[in-house]
């Protein structure tokens, strides 16, 4: 009995000791290279339903600079502080002022009318009121 506890000490110790070495914290650390990454790309055909050359300029190269920089002109500081502004808004407005409630937001155009297609009664209940 003595025996085998002893055996089964070194046993343990020694799995212990191999857990122990077993995190080697010195190993080099491999650096991970993004170029090495490879990437398969699918070449999706889109199918528009329409040939596009049709509504496409003459001679007409995707992969041309259509645009150059020094067609923008700028306006220097000096120019738009003597720049003559409208005042269009009225007296009191002020663009950070917060609606009080709902009632301050308008969304609806008084000139749009909605028309639905479709009778809604029969699909909902009896006695159904939206506005209770």
């Known amino acids: 009995m003595n025996k085998r506890n002893i ?5 343990f110790i020694g799995l212990l000791i191999q857990g122990a070495f077993a995190n080697n914290i010195e190993k080099e650390i491999e650096e991970f290279d ?10 999706e055909v889109f199918e528009l339903g329409f040939d596009t050359a049709d ?21 220097e ?15 009191d407005f002020d663009a950070y002022a917060n609606p009080k409630g709902i009632e301050g937001i308008n969304y609806i155009d ?6 639905l297609e479709i009778n809604t009664n029969k699909y909902l209940p009896k006695g159904f009121n939206a506005f209770k």
Request: hydrophobic fraction near 40%.
């Open 7 to 11: 055996l089964l000490s070194f046993a």
């Open 34 to 43: 993004v170029n090495s990454v490879q990437y398969i790309e699918d070449e």
């Open 55 to 75: 509504y496409l300029p003459e001679n007409f190269d995707p992969y041309a600079y259509y645009f150059n920089l020094s067609w923008v002109e700028y306006v």
């Open 77 to 91: 500081d000096a120019e738009i502080e003597t720049l003559e502004v409208k005042n269009n808004l009225p007296k």
């Open 110 to 115: 008084l000139n749009d009318e909605i028309v």
